[in-house]
């Protein structure tokens, strides 16, 4: 298994962007393009990884509240407890996967709180998208907690199949006590990959309202489209370098800045 990780509090220069791929994935991190108007604890408080083996790959951003602290765990125990297993040759049936990508959201949930327990400080809430990719066996498996985006295209534009376009209600971020409430709040499912072009994972810094795009689909589409260019094997760091830079971009033109994480998968 390779994977990259990509934590904000590594990345704090404004308009900065760092990129990491390998085969079919990559990861972007920015701190924004434009400083924050609003109250914040730490610059940058996104996280962003990938992993990818002989089976498949698994795809995480985060978003995080009050500090970077809370996206940063969830992003390491994904990686140490469940990447492994997930990007192996064999990975179970889709039901079986799914139900452990549902207990790895909530294992990941009680990490942040213990974190906050051991070290007497109040937990740092967090948003969390999470797709695992298993070409083989044809199985999509996807989880969303809070307000970030899973977008993804087949056929035509890019479709939102995150939290954001399953449920209305208050996002249902991590680092809070678990409830079965919260839990089925949660945005998991289950797709067949045939078809699919593409997968991006991205938090809010790309489309918040006032601070990113009003249409992001619109604009991550042109993005794709203009990847078109570029020789196969560059197309997942220049989509992923793409949505950082429109997003860093739209930020200055507003004034107003957010964190960027992205995480993107492009098949051959």
């Keep these: 298994m390779r994977s990259a990780l990509l934590a904000g509090r590594d990345h704090a220069t404004l308009g900065a962007i760092e990129v990491v791929a390998?085969?079919?994935?990559?990861?972007?991190?920015?701190?924004?393009?434009?400083?924050?108007?609003?109250?914040?604890?730490?610059?940058?408080?996104?996280?962003c990884l990938f992993a990818v083996g002989p089976g498949g790959a698994v795809l995480a951003v985060a978003d995080g509240h009050h500090g970077a602290i809370g996206a940063e765990i969830a992003m390491r125990h994904l990686l140490e407890h469940n990447a492994e297993h997930w990007t192996a040759p064999s990975a179970g049936s889709p039901d079986e996967l799914e139900r452990e990508v549902s207990a790895a959201v909530s294992a990941a949930n009680l990490a942040i709180l213990d974190e906050a327990e051991r070290s007497s400080l109040p937990p740092s809430p967090t948003t969390l998208c999470l797709v695992v990719i298993r070409p083989e066996d044809d199985i999509l498996v996807h989880a969303?907690?809070?307000?970030?985006?899973?977008?993804?295209?087949?056929?035509?534009?890019?479709?939102?199949?995150?939290?954001?376009?399953?449920?209305?209600?208050?996002?249902?971020?991590?680092?809070?006590?678990?409830?079965?409430?919260?839990?089925?709040?949660?945005?998991?499912?289950?797709?067949?990959?045939?078809?699919?072009?593409?997968?991006?994972?991205?938090?809010?810094?790309?489309?918040?309202?006032?601070?990113?795009?009003?249409?992001?689909?619109?604009?991550?589409?042109?993005?794709?489209?203009?990847?078109?260019?570029?020789?196969?094997?560059?197309?997942?760091?220049?989509?992923?370098?793409g949505v950082a830079q429109s997003a860093n971009q739209i930020q200055r033109k507003h004034r107003a800045g957010d964190n960027l994480g992205c995480a993107v998968w492009i098949a051959d």
Excluded: M
């Design 22 to 47: 390998e085969g079919a994935c990559a990861v972007a991190l920015s701190r924004g393009g434009a400083a924050k108007t609003y109250s914040h604890t730490e610059p940058n408080e996104d996280a």
């Design 144 to 241: 969303s907690a809070g307000d970030s985006h899973i977008f993804w295209t087949r056929d035509a534009a890019p479709v939102d199949i995150g939290w954001v376009a399953q449920s209305p209600e208050r996002p249902a971020y991590l680092g809070y006590p678990p409830s079965a409430e919260r839990e089925a709040k949660r945005g998991i499912g289950t797709f067949p990959l045939a078809g699919t072009r593409s997968v991006v994972l991205v938090t809010d810094g790309f489309s918040e309202h006032g601070i990113g795009h009003d249409n992001p689909e619109t604009e991550l589409h042109a993005i794709q489209s203009q990847s078109l260019s570029c020789a196969a094997d560059l197309r997942p760091i220049e989509t992923c370098r």
